[in-house]
């Protein structure tokens, strides 16, 4: 009884202190006036409002998203051959590939950037918007590749060697037995990419940081040159968008499973 | 359908393409920062290709060795304090029923995936002295007036404390979710208490497991850039944001480069024990 206590004590704990820092930028984001108070004085939605209105705050949200969006898909494009073909075939040689494709993700993430930094200048597109999607893409494809891995070997080898015998060719196996089974790999696969994407700060900043903002480039700048309100109004916004796309993930899949767990009747 | 060696261009085709990805925006960029750690910097920002190691040798001095080992020392505290709170925490959290724990994950994944840059304004906002937790203390009457927190060490750990254990959480809890419920079990019906089971069979049994978590919330922390500068004093920068002050504010990157490419020697290598760890017990 005491154990349980303590216990359910303790979880309460880490559940404020995680929250705390949250409660407390959405308290600062409703604020009337434009200071960083708590608790908020007055009420209003003005921040918010902001966010859409002045046009640097939504050019840095547009860019975000449309980074993540692309980086992604191309985290995903490179990913799913690469998960198949290793599936697929017997060629111990490809998992060098994977091996190379969770490298980025383990290492700190200043090293990339660097690297990053000297390709992009070494061959002359240093700056273009364009080049911190691919950057984006080839740091966050460990994500999509641990998902599709997962997914891949999820996949029920009977099911496929029916198909075979029934004279389906690897085209249609994969488009009619293996893409459904593995489809919330994929999605889950990307929402991760994206919402890690959305949230990339060093990368973003020595490839294109000067040429494009995206909106932790825009917070990081805000916070040095003299806080306001939207900032937190911004913060709350990308706190909600992460909790429901992770909350849809776990709506439609197995979260327990994605994230490593058995089931409960394996 | 038999699982063989791929023959012929069409069925090493789907490969091509990641492949070439991963060799071209990965592999050139690693390989070309490593070259230009050895290049001579030419003032005026620019550097051209050579074989010098001064770049090395001025990482030997005092202040990048201190640098270096407060990076090292304050990752290592960072570890064990995430994985000391996250190891028991994600034990009970494997035991709640399916929609509690799913009601966790998801909540941990949020925080886990907050960037940085907000991770910091959120602390640094919570420690201030105009909406910082002060001001409560002061209203329940603990304290006389409110005070700012931060920048400071102490904030500095938390900070980085509360980036890392969502991800601390995340790392154990497949080995957790997997752990037999049997041998726990068995220690309890031979009249253990539930704290004497936990550290006399869990605990032990999963040691593996630990230090590979701890090693790769090192490395994890290792990396942290935005916060010292959010959270900490100018004494408190770690190694990723001098390797960025070299790169580009200094406009050195032969110097940026050779930092980096200690920076991925130390992280390797711990990143293999790790794996080895983790790979043991396994087997065992």
Do not use: C
């Not at chain 1, 902001?50 to 449309?66: H, K």
């Amino acid at each position: 009884m005491l154990m349980r206590t303590l216990n359910s004590l303790a979880a309460g704990l880490i559940a404020l202190v995680l929250a705390a820092p949250i409660l407390v930028v959405a308290g600062v984001s409703v604020n009337e006036k434009k200071a960083l108070t708590f608790p908020p004085q007055g009420f209003s939605l003005a921040w918010y409002a902001e966010v859409f209105t002045d046009p640097g705050w939504r050019g840095a949200l547009i860019t975000s998203l449309v980074v993540a969006t692309l980086s992604a898909a191309l985290a995903v494009l490179i990913a799913f051959p690469l998960a198949w073909f290793l599936w697929r075939w017997r060629a111990p040689w490809a998992r060098a590939f994977e091996v190379l494709g969770m490298t980025p993700f383990i290492l700190p993430p200043v090293i990339t950037a660097l690297g990053f930094l000297s390709f992009w200048a070494a061959v002359g597109e240093y700056g273009s918007p364009w080049t911190v999607v691919v950057s984006h893409a080839v740091f966050f494809v460990t994500l999509p590749l641990v998902t599709l891995s997962l997914g891949f070997g999820a996949v029920d080898r009977s099911y496929v060697e029916a198909a075979a015998t029934m004279g389906a060719d690897d085209r249609t196996v994969l488009r009619t037995v293996v893409m459904p089974l593995v489809r919330p790999y994929v999605i889950s696969g990307f929402a991760f990419a994206f919402v890690l994407s959305l949230n990339e700060y060093i990368v973003a900043y020595m490839v294109v940081g000067f040429t494009l903002e995206t909106l932790p480039i825009k917070i990081f700048n805000a916070l040095r040159y003299g806080y306001t309100p939207t900032m937190a109004a911004v913060t709350v916004l990308f706190v909600s968008l992460t909790a429901v796309v992770f909350g849809l993930i776990a709506w439609f899949g197995d979260l327990p499973r994605l994230l490593g767990a058995w089931a409960k009747n394996d | 359908m038999i699982r063989r060696a791929p023959r012929g261009l069409a069925e090493h085709a789907p490969i091509l393409f990641p492949a070439l990805m991963l060799v071209v925006f990965f592999v050139i960029p690693f390989s070309l920062m490593i070259a230009v750690s050895v290049f001579r910097r030419v003032p005026g920002g620019f550097y051209e290709p050579d074989l010098v190691f001064a770049n090395y040798e001025r990482f030997l001095t005092t202040f990048f060795g201190g640098v270096m080992s407060f990076s090292l020392g304050l990752a290592a505290l960072v570890a064990a304090l995430s994985v000391g709170i996250a190891f028991p925490f994600t034990y009970r959290l494997v035991k709640l029923p399916r929609g509690a724990q799913i009601r966790w994950l998801v909540f941990l994944l949020s925080i886990l995936s907050l960037s940085e840059v907000i991770i910091g304004f959120a602390w640094s906002t919570l420690l201030s002295r105009t909406a910082g937790i002060t001001n409560l203390f002061v209203a329940l009457g603990l304290m006389a007036e409110p005070q700012s927190l931060s920048p400071s060490f102490g904030a500095l750990l938390a900070g980085l404390v509360y980036q890392a254990f969502p991800y601390t959480v995340l790392v154990l809890y497949p080995a957790l979710a997997r752990l037999d419920p049997y041998l726990e079990e068995a220690a309890r019906t031979l009249g253990s208490s539930p704290l004497r089971a936990f550290f006399t069979v869990v605990v032990p049994g999963l040691r593996n497991t630990i230090v590979a978590t701890t090693i790769m919330v090192f490395v994890f922390a290792l990396g942290s850039y935005l916060l010292p500068q959010l959270l900490g004093r100018p004494q408190h920068w770690t190694l990723s944001v001098l390797i960025t002050d070299q790169a580009i504010y200094q406009s050195n990157m032969p110097f940026a480069a050779a930092m980096a490419v200690f920076l991925v020697l130390v992280s390797l290598a711990l990143v293999g024990l790790a794996l080895l760890a983790g790979r043991r017990e396994e087997t065992a």
